[in-house]
């Protein structure tokens, strides 16, 4: 009976192993990652987040902490003004008449929250890493429901990687002191920018996986990170 036993204990860590193998799962700095074959390795969810399905803490963008309001004139990086037109920025500027221009138009290490909280390579992804994951010949997007949470399971289609997925759930923004209002879809954060005021976003809705938008950088959004 002992062998017995210990012949199914070896069958199960067996089984365990072999699965996660070829699901291509494992860690960078203590946090887990899904190999999709691809680029980047990408997080199994978001930063803040305990499980695959949950938010996760909201960020503006270049931040490093989750806070109450978000609006222009709580903004790390502003120094005066509350709109586009008049805002003031003390980093990653590229327009006259808006403070100091850098024309950085990517986020630096020290301002990566991913990078910050996770450390190891974890960095927020650029916004061809987006464009790589949202492509249809590297990955099907299957908008699904996990476990009351509807989002997108998103799996590779690459040779010796195919069983190998991602959940994204559907999550909305913050903006001033609540919600926004998109309940069907949800938004995250690149580490491009596509101009002073607005960063590159990967935006998904039950119809369709966009990364041709972009939000206002003082704007709440989750962070799904990658590592090399």
């Not at 037109?85 to 991913?114: C, F, P, R, W």
């Not at 492509?135 to 476990?147: G, L």
């Not at 596509?194 to 039950?206: G, K, S, V």
């Amino acid at each position: 009976m002992k062998s017995l036993r210990v012949l199914f204990a070896v069958i199960a860590v067996f089984a365990i192993t072999s699965c996660g193998s070829l699901r291509h799962v494992g860690y960078e700095n203590g946090h887990q990652y899904v190999d999709l074959g691809l680029s980047v390795k990408w997080a199994t969810m978001n930063v803040g987040a305990y499980a695959p399905k949950d938010a996760g803490a909201y960020y503006a963008w270049g931040e490093l902490e989750p806070k109450d309001v978000y609006s222009w004139l709580s903004y790390r990086f502003r120094t005066d003004g509350d709109t586009i037109y008049d805002v003031q920025l003390s980093k990653y500027n590229s327009k006259n008449n808006h403070g100091v221009i850098d024309n950085i138009t990517m986020l630096e290490q020290a301002d990566d929250v991913a990078s910050v909280l996770w450390g190891g390579g974890w960095r927020i992804p650029t916004l061809s890493q987006f464009e790589e994951l949202a492509d249809e010949n590297n990955c099907t997007w299957t908008w699904k429901t996990m476990k009351g949470v509807a989002g997108y399971k998103v799996q590779s289609k690459k040779k010796g990687y195919k069983r190998s997925y991602i959940f994204i759930p559907a999550v909305r923004s913050r903006s001033g002191l609540g919600f926004e209002e998109k309940e069907t879809g949800g938004l995250y954060w690149s580490s491009s920018l596509i101009e002073a005021f607005y960063a590159c976003i990967l935006d998904i809705t039950p119809d369709a996986v966009s990364t041709l938008s972009a939000s206002e950088r003082y704007v709440g959004l989750p962070v799904r990170a990658v590592c090399p």
